[in-house]
C-alpha cells in the first residue's frame, strides 16, 4: 500500500467525523419544529414521540444521504412521513371523504347564521375552542390532513410538500383546498353544539 | 368574463385560497385587491379565513418534551 494513501486516511475520518457532528446538530436544532408536525400528523402525543424518535434514529444513521445546502427540515419530515405512511396506515383504509357541496365561504355564513348574523364572526375564539380546531383537524382524513399539516402549521411551500409526499403539486393543491374545506365543514359542525 | 366584474362574488370565493396562499399572478393578485377593496361581503369572509388560518395553527401547536430532546441527543452516533 502506497506510504500517502495510509496517511490520509486518518485525515478523511476525521473529516467525515466532523461533517456528521455538524449534521446532527443542525437536524437536532430543528427538532422542536419537526415535533410540530408530527404531533398532528398522529392522533397522540405517544404515537408523536415515537415516530420522532424512529425518523432521527434513521436519519442519524442515513445522514451520508443528506445532500448540504438543501432544505433538511423538508429531508426529515420525508423520512417521518414514509415511516407515518408504512407503519400501517395502509392497514386502515381511509374512507372516502363524502361528495362536499360547501363553498370556502361555508364556515363564515354558517358563523354569521349562528351569532343572528350583524355580531363579530370575526372572533373566532369565542365560538371556536382550542379543542374544538384540534380534535377538527384530526376527523381530517389522513391524505388531507398530512398537506393542511405541512402547509399549515409547517410552513412548508407547496413544492416541499410535494417533495416531502411525493405527489405532484397539483395534487397538493387539490388536496389542500379540499382538507380546507372539510376542515370547515367539521368545525362548522362544533359550531352549531352548544 | 370570469373577472372580478360587478357581482363576481363567486369568482371571488374561488380565489380565496390561492389569494392567501400566495399563489395568483400579480395581476390576478391586484384584481383581486381591488374587488376585496369594494366589496365588503368578500372582505369579511377573507378577513375571517385568513384569521382562521392563524388560529388553527395556534391552536394545534404542542411542543416537545425536555425528555423526548434528550433521547433525541441519545440517539446520535457513537464517536468514531
Known amino acids: 500500500m502506497a506510504e500517502t494513501e495510509r496517511e490520509s486516511e486518518p485525515r478523511e ?3 467525515e467525523a466532523r461533517n456528521r457532528v455538524r449534521f446532527e446538530e443542525e437536524a437536532l436544532e430543528l427538532a422542536d419544529q419537526v415535533y410540530r408536525v408530527a404531533r398532528r400528523l398522529v392522533s397522540s402525543r405517544e404515537e408523536a414521540e415515537d415516530l420522532v424518535q424512529e425518523a432521527y434514529s434513521r436519519a442519524f444513521r ?7 445546502g438543501t432544505n433538511m427540515r423538508a ?8 415511516l407515518n405512511i408504512d407503519r400501517g396506515r395502509r392497514l386502515q383504509r ?3 371523504p363524502q361528495p362536499l357541496e360547501e363553498g370556502d365561504y361555508f364556515l363564515y355564513n354558517r358563523m354569521e347564521q349562528a351569532t343572528g348574523g350583524g355580531t363579530d364572526v370575526e372572533r373566532i375564539d369565542d365560538r371556536l375552542s382550542q379543542d374544538d380546531i384540534v380534535g377538527a ?8 390532513r398530512d398537506v393542511i399539516v405541512l402547509v399549515d402549521i409547517g410552513d412548508f411551500t407547496y413544492a416541499d410538500a410535494a417533495q416531502i409526499l411525493d405527489i405532484p403539486i397539483g395534487t397538493v393543491m387539490s388536496r389542500l383546498h379540499r382538507g380546507r374545506r372539510i376542515l370547515k365543514r367539521e368545525l362548522a359542525e362544533k359550531v352549531g353544539e352548544p | 368574463m370570469g373577472g372580478f366584474g360587478e357581482c363576481s362574488c363567486d369568482h371571488c370565493e374561488e380565489v380565496m385560497q390561492p389569494y392567501l396562499d400566495r399563489e395568483l399572478t400579480p395581476e390576478e ?10 366589496c365588503a361581503y368578500c372582505g369579511k369572509r377573507y378577513r375571517f379565513e385568513a384569521e382562521l388560518r392563524v388560529y388553527v395553527k ?3 401547536r404542542e411542543e ?4 423526548l430532546k434528550a433521547k433525541l441527543v441519545a440517539l446520535r452516533l457513537p464517536e468514531a
Open chain 1, 13 to 15: 475520518l476525521a473529516a
Open chain 1, 62 to 68: 442515513s445522514w451520508q444521504s443528506y445532500t448540504p
Open chain 1, 75 to 82: 429531508w426529515l419530515l420525508r423520512i417521518l412521513t414514509n
Open chain 1, 94 to 96: 381511509q374512507p372516502e
Open chain 1, 137 to 144: 383537524l384530526s376527523a381530517v382524513p389522513h391524505d388531507f
Open chain 2, 29 to 38: 393578485h391586484a384584481e383581486a385587491e381591488a374587488h376585496l377593496a369594494g
Open chain 2, 58 to 60: 395556534t391552536a394545534c
Open chain 2, 64 to 67: 416537545m418534551s425536555p425528555e
